[in-house]
C-alpha cells in the first residue's frame, strides 16, 4: 500500500481517537464547544451516556484503521482498509444529512480520499 493512503489512513485513525476523547471524556466540557451549533447547552447532561456510546464506535472505526498497520497480506490489508473507509464514509454521510453538513466534510471526504488512494496503490 502506498505512503500516501497510509497517511491519510493514520491521520483519519488519529481523527476518530480524537472523536473517541471528545464524545467519552470530555463531553461536557470540549465536547460543548464543539457541538454548540448543534445540540442545546441544556442537552449536554442528559446526553452524556449517548455520547459516550458514539466516542466508543469511533475507537473501533480507529482501531479498525491501526489494524491494518499490522497485516502483512497486502490483499487483506487492502480490504480491511477499504471495509474501515467505507464504514467512516457511510457515517460521515449519515452525519451530515441527520446532524450537520460539517461531518460530512470532516469525516465522509477524508475516508472518501483515502479509499482512491488505497485503490490507486
Request: include cysteine.
Amino acid at each position: 500500500m502506498g505512503t500516501i493512503a497510509q497517511l491519510l489512513i493514520g491521520l483519519i485513525a488519529l481523527e476518530h481517537f480524537y472523536f473517541l476523547w471528545l464524545e467519552m471524556f470530555v463531553w461536557e466540557t470540549t465536547g460543548r464547544k464543539v457541538f454548540s451549533e448543534v445540540l442545546p447547552e441544556k442537552l449536554f447532561l442528559p446526553t452524556k451516556g449517548l455520547a459516550a456510546n458514539q466516542g466508543l464506535y469511533n475507537g473501533f472505526l480507529a482501531a479498525g484503521l491501526i489494524w491494518t498497520f499490522f497485516i502483512s497480506d497486502p490483499l487483506w490489508k487492502t480490504y480491511i482498509s477499504i471495509f474501515f473507509l467505507g464504514c467512516i464514509f457511510i457515517a460521515g454521510i449519515y452525519g451530515g444529512i441527520t446532524v450537520t453538513r460539517k461531518i460530512f466534510l470532516v469525516q465522509a471526504i477524508p475516508a472518501v480520499i483515502a479509499i482512491i488512494f488505497v485503490l490507486a496503490s
